[in-house]
């Protein structure tokens, strides 16, 4: 069930041989990326995907969230097939039901933490964007911060305002790609505990891509990709 009491009859996702080559730049033939890749994700799971770099995973990532079109399969976001509907169709699908956390930031340089917050708010019509964007900083311990550029936030405060950005929407899944990939260990593990408290609090699906075997750990189900293949899952035993 969502948070507005809608029970899910499908999974949050599913995904079905999923699979992506691209031509090989100095030959004949193409280079295959990802191949034969299904899976399910059922809703408030928090899954992890791992593998070495070049494995595929972040490709993966991408073609979940619609940013990239694979060679063939399909991904399912609860029920509705996102390749079937072209690229506006699947913006705006993303728009309602996803946010996004990156490795790197992607805050735009030119607003400040609270209006890169309110921007997926006003995308979306939605009224009071900028209470709910401050809300959401303050939420992250950010509320002293609201009109401070990128250039003048440290890393880790700069994830926070992307953590806060992903969630004022309240998607209900969550897509992150290595978000602690350029952050400190000491700022990295600050950002993992808030973003699954922040999960578990909201009720989101959470999607991570991940090459840290002890972050993946803690999310209820790890994939491990490898040379494109989905090679195992394994259940974490509480």
Same mark, same amino acid.
């Given at each position: 069930m969502d948070r507005s009491g809608i029970e899910f009859s499908v999974p949050v996702?599913? +995904?079905?041989? &999923? @699979?992506? @080559? +691209?031509? &090989?730049?100095?030959g004949p033939g193409t280079l295959k990326i990802l191949q034969d890749v299904s899976f399910s994700v059922s809703a408030g799971e928090s899954v992890a995907i791992v593998g070495a770099s070049g494995s595929g995973k972040s490709t993966l990532l991408g073609l979940l969230a619609g940013l990239d079109v694979p060679s063939s399969g399909s991904v399912r976001i609860q029920g509705t097939e996102l390749f079937a509907l072209d690229e506006d169709s699947r913006a705006a699908l993303r728009g309602e039901s996803v946010g996004f956390v990156f490795q790197s930031f992607q805050l735009l340089p030119a607003l400040t933490a609270l209006e890169n917050v309110m921007l997926p708010l006003e995308l979306a019509g939605v009224d009071k964007a900028a209470g709910i964007a401050r809300q959401w900083l303050e939420r992250v311990g950010l509320g002293d911060r609201l009109r401070h550029y990128p250039k003048h936030l440290s890393g880790g405060e700069q994830q926070r305002v992307a953590l806060a950005r992903a969630f004022a929407p309240s998607p209900r899944l969550l897509l992150a790609d290595e978000p602690t990939g350029n952050l400190d260990a000491a700022t990295g593990e600050a950002i993992i505990e808030l973003i699954f408290v922040l999960n578990r609090e909201s009720g989101t699906t959470l999607i991570l891509v991940t090459h840290d075997e002890s972050l993946a750990a803690r999310c209820d189900r790890v994939l491990h990709m490898q040379a494109g293949r989905l090679d195992e899952q394994r259940v974490r035993v509480s």
């Amino acid at each position: 069930m969502d948070r507005s009491g809608i029970e899910f009859s499908v999974p949050v996702m599913e +995904v079905t041989g &999923l @699979s992506k @080559s +691209v031509p &090989l730049t100095d030959g004949p033939g193409t280079l295959k990326i990802l191949q034969d890749v299904s899976f399910s994700v059922s809703a408030g799971e928090s899954v992890a995907i791992v593998g070495a770099s070049g494995s595929g995973k972040s490709t993966l990532l991408g073609l979940l969230a619609g940013l990239d079109v694979p060679s063939s399969g399909s991904v399912r976001i609860q029920g509705t097939e996102l390749f079937a509907l072209d690229e506006d169709s699947r913006a705006a699908l993303r728009g309602e039901s996803v946010g996004f956390v990156f490795q790197s930031f992607q805050l735009l340089p030119a607003l400040t933490a609270l209006e890169n917050v309110m921007l997926p708010l006003e995308l979306a019509g939605v009224d009071k964007a900028a209470g709910i964007a401050r809300q959401w900083l303050e939420r992250v311990g950010l509320g002293d911060r609201l009109r401070h550029y990128p250039k003048h936030l440290s890393g880790g405060e700069q994830q926070r305002v992307a953590l806060a950005r992903a969630f004022a929407p309240s998607p209900r899944l969550l897509l992150a790609d290595e978000p602690t990939g350029n952050l400190d260990a000491a700022t990295g593990e600050a950002i993992i505990e808030l973003i699954f408290v922040l999960n578990r609090e909201s009720g989101t699906t959470l999607i991570l891509v991940t090459h840290d075997e002890s972050l993946a750990a803690r999310c209820d189900r790890v994939l491990h990709m490898q040379a494109g293949r989905l090679d195992e899952q394994r259940v974490r035993v509480s």
